[in-house]
């Protein structure tokens, strides 16, 4: 009796210690979202006189997390772009010129990173934008396989095949598309770029190539000048409201679509079109950016597009309070569990 007794209780013992180790409760939506910690510059304080935030990608993270809508399910963490595959755009003698403390600089725009030994800002800024450049195909990955995914980082649109500006080092949409294409995952791309500046790295990038469709909305008197010429570019007026914005987007997604014909969508969502930006002069509301998200994923949806969302840019105070607005639209767009 006292053998089966204690049988039993080691059973018990058994289940209790089975039902404490609770399965990870799924998180609020199953949007994967990619992300890592080390996307974030660091730079001995020196970030700090940089017009980017480079907390951004933490604030939405976290925030995230906090309400549920990621957790250890759908998040995922990248790998970084290899040399063969940066080579997919860049050339070599680019990639070489990112050994001088003083070119980074330029690309960059920040001068104060010419004076940083050119060693440091290999693992301080060069691995971290490979790593959120590996995180963009990452997610083009995911969204081939489950229809939707979020890199919290990427859309780097300004860098081109030998050069890099505006704050921009690693093409990672174009580079996504092109690896993707020689494994034969996709055939034809689309990237709407929505973010205050026109995207004239990926033009230069995917230039004269029938496989791939830019279309841009932008902010016309700003920066970069000369605009390149993509597919469809769609030059807005200083001051442009939600309305405005909305309207034209909405106008434009048949025929970019009918023209583009994708396996796959990549959207540079970037939020330097909120209001008070200090790099834009365009004027939405976090509402109005939360909606220019979710119509864009929403399309996708119905068209049964993979849609892929990158960052890009964003300089005032709430830009990622805007970015993670539009994030929350996608996953709701694609069912809140
Ligand atoms: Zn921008």
Not at 141 to 163: E, F, I, Q, T
Not at 191 to 199: F, K, L, S, V, Y
Request: hydrophobic fraction near 40%; charge should be positive.
């Amino acid at each position: 009796m006292v053998k089966y007794l204690s049988i039993i209780g080691l059973l018990g013992t058994l289940l209790s210690a089975c039902s404490t180790a609770e399965p990870i409760e799924s998180a609020k939506s199953s949007v994967p979202v990619v992300y890592s910690k080390e996307y974030k510059i660091s730079l001995l304080g020196l970030e700090k006189l940089h017009p980017f935030d480079i907390a951004k990608y933490d604030k939405i993270y976290a925030q995230l997390k906090k309400e549920g809508w990621v957790n250890e399910k759908n998040s995922h963490t990248p790998e970084t772009l290899t040399r063969k595959q940066l080579r997919l755009i860049h050339t070599e003698a680019y990639i070489q010129s990112w050994k001088k403390s003083r070119n980074l600089a330029r690309y960059l725009e920040a001068p104060q990173m010419a004076t940083i030994p050119g060693s440091l800002l290999q693992n301080s800024v060069v691995k971290r934008f490979q790593l959120a450049s590996g995180g963009t195909l990452h997610a083009a990955r995911l969204a081939l396989k489950s229809g939707v995914a979020v890199n919290l980082g990427g859309g780097y649109h300004h860098a081109k095949p030998d050069s890099g500006e505006g704050f921009c080092l690693i093409a990672d949409v174009p580079i996504a598309i092109r690896q993707l294409q020689q494994e034969k995952k996709i055939r034809r791309a689309l990237i709407i770029d929505t973010d205050a500046h026109q995207g004239n790295g990926t033009i230069v990038c995917l230039a004269n190539d029938p496989s791939t469709y830019s279309f841009s909305m932008h902010e016309s008197g700003i920066y970069p000048e000369p605009k390149e010429k993509g597919d469809w570019d769609i030059g807005l007026a200083a001051g442009v409201t939600d309305a405005s914005f909305l309207g034209t987007l909405k106008k434009s997604l048949p025929t970019m679509f009918a023209r583009a014909r994708p396996d796959i969508v990549f959207h540079v969502a970037g939020c330097d079109t909120l209001a008070g930006d200090p790099l834009a002069n365009i004027a939405m509301t976090h509402e109005g950016i939360a909606k220019r998200d979710a119509m864009i994923a929403a399309y996708c949806k119905k068209k049964k597009i993979p849609y892929v969302m990158t960052m890009a840019g964003g300089y005032s105070k709430n830009a990622w309070k805007a970015q993670y607005g539009g994030i929350l639209e996608v996953m709701k767009v694609y069912g809140e569990k």
